[in-house]
């Protein structure tokens, strides 16, 4: 077993898991952040991605020691007060939903994105940067308008 200490959406937590304890299986199956979902398991669609110190990681695809003592965020982690991240608020007003499982990794990424732009990103800058995130329903006209509409948000507009 392996001792595990992660800051979790602003809380410090320890996870006694196996040394070989994928990081989503430890969010998801020890601390029950289901948000963070299990699409693919080889790092190819997206659904579980989470920021790890501010950047965003595909967590499937590492191991929850190789966090230890990183600071993590979850979609459970992006609201704050009640109030939707401008990221999450765009996907609902834009229709970026569809049918919710890729939502979360779509969110996270985004979100990343747009925190390393100092301008909102183009069209294509968007998809380029998705291009690692499947969404199934194939709704990818609506979340590439809400990343947008979120990243003018994340810099106080609307």
Not at 135 to 157: E, L, P
Request: hydrophobic share 35%; net charge neutral.
């Amino acid at each position: 077993m392996a001792t595990v200490t992660l800051k979790v959406n602003g809380k410090e937590l320890t996870v006694d898991c196996a040394p070989r304890t994928l990081l989503v299986e430890a969010l998801r199956e020890h601390l029950r952040l289901t948000g963070t979902h299990v699409g693919c398991d080889t790092s190819q669609c997206g659904a579980c991605v989470v920021h790890v110190d501010g950047r965003s990681v595909k967590s499937c695809t590492m191991l929850a020691v190789e966090a230890d003592g990183a600071a993590l965020t979850t979609i459970e982690g992006m609201a704050q007060g009640g109030e939707l991240h401008p990221m999450q608020a765009a996907f609902k007003e834009h229709h970026g939903l569809q049918c919710g499982f890729c939502t979360p990794g779509m969110i996270m990424s985004s979100t990343d994105l747009c925190a390393r732009s100092a301008t909102t990103p183009t069209e294509g800058e968007v998809r380029h940067w998705l291009e690692g995130n499947l969404c199934r329903c194939t709704g990818y006209h609506n979340i590439v308008k809400a990343v947008r509409a979120g990243a003018d948000g994340m810099r106080g507009g609307k």
